[in-house]
């Protein structure tokens, strides 16, 4: 069994101030992890992945996660805030084959000018 | 390079009148197909899956159902639509052993 929670549904911040979307996981095995955004009215995006390679995973648009076994966590972070960032983000963690994936209810990120 | 297709972008329906929305995936073979909703405020729901043609498998009970006639073809339809239907729907396709989603661009449906 697997299940995912994004702690904050939003999030506000400034333009050019750090960024923390938190997202804690739970799995019986060694899960992949994945940050999808979301513009609106548009499908999702991939914005990077974690498969068990390197702990810190670096994405498009600045973005990074890091995993973190120990807590279970895998939170979303950027250095500086953009206008653009402003979307709908979304944890998913999945299994090891791949065909069974759990989002989590999804963060709205806000910038403010 | 792969490509998804969806459509219709948009769609205002009646109650109790059909849908059929289609999908079209590019550029790759047999890929995992999948239709999830998403309500206003909500996150993603998983509506249908298809590991192949003519396998689906439905997630949550409800009045739509989805159909794969095509490797790269996947269909959602209902017969009578109900206000509860109304969403945001995507498409999506995978490769096995990734679990990583590439998304179509959505159709929004509301039902009146």
């Known amino acids: 069994a697997q299940s995912v929670t994004q702690l904050d549904s939003h999030v506000s911040v400034s333009e050019g101030t750090p960024v923390l979307l938190r997202c804690n996981y739970s799995s019986s095995y060694s899960p992949s992890l994945f940050w999808y955004v979301q513009h609106p009215n548009k499908g999702l995006q991939l914005l990077l992945k974690y498969t068990s390679a390197a702990t810190l995973v670096k994405g498009i648009n600045g973005f990074e996660a890091e995993f973190k076994k120990s807590e279970t966590s895998f939170h979303l972070t950027k250095p500086s805030a953009h206008m653009s960032d402003a979307a709908e983000y979304f944890c998913v963690v999945s299994n090891n084959a791949g065909n069974m994936l759990t989002f989590g209810g999804g963060t709205r990120l806000m910038v403010k000018p | 390079s792969q490509t998804i297709h969806q459509w219709p972008a948009t769609l205002v329906q009646p109650v109790g009148s059909p849908l059929s929305l289609e999908c079209t995936v590019e550029?790759?073979?047999?890929?995992?197909l999948y239709w999830y909703r998403q309500a206003a405020g909500r996150g993603l729901q998983l509506l249908f899956y298809?590991?192949?043609?003519?396998?689906i498998s439905s997630e949550v009970p409800q009045n739509l159902s989805a159909s794969r006639p095509q490797d790269r073809q996947f269909i959602l339809s209902s017969k009578k639509l109900l206000l509860s239907d109304s969403g945001f729907y995507l498409c999506?396709?995978?490769?096995?052993?990734?679990?990583?989603?590439?998304f179509g661009e959505g159709s929004r449906l509301t039902v009146l």
């Open positions: 999506a396709w995978s490769v096995d052993g990734t679990g990583e989603l590439f």
């Open positions: 298809s590991v192949g043609i003519g396998q």
């Open positions: 550029g790759t073979s047999n890929p995992n």
